[in-house]
């Protein structure tokens, strides 16, 4: 490849198969490995990222977006969507999306005795409100290009809160 063609590949292609994974794990409820994509990349309005969950585990707390949508791209294994006050079952295959707005909180749950791998993809709107319906906590996030100067997490009636506060 020429410098030029190295130079575009750095910045517009990540291959999931490749990529450094991190590692998250906060009992009794949360722990995967995951690659945030793009960043790094020339995408400004993508966000994505490479997901395996442990069974009986989940990557985040249920929440909803009123900003972004996601798209989720199931891999390999299964588990459960819960999505509006729902639990739906998914597996490799599967393409979730899931629209902005009070109507869809989610998140994907491991409920099989393998790890699931999915690709999660996000329009990365700014500025955002997440909710996060268990706790009846909300999350205001401002910025441009990725950076974000102004990040609150809150719980109707208090200040400013730890991201797990309240969660299992």
Known sequence: MTDRAQALAAQLIRNFHEVELTAFKREPLYESRFARLARGTAARKLG??????????????YHLHHAQEEMFIV???SGTLRVAGERLPIKAGDVIFIPAGPE????????SDAPIKYLSISTMEQPEICVYPDSNKFMAEAGIGGDRPFEALRKVGEG?????HDEP
């Open 48 to 61: 994505a990222s490479y997901d395996i969950v442990e069974p009986g585990k989940t990557t985040c707390p």
């Open 75 to 77: 891999l390999e294994g």
């Open 104 to 111: 869809y909180p989610h998140h994907i749950i491991n409920t």
């Open 160 to 164: 400013d809160l730890d991201y797990w």
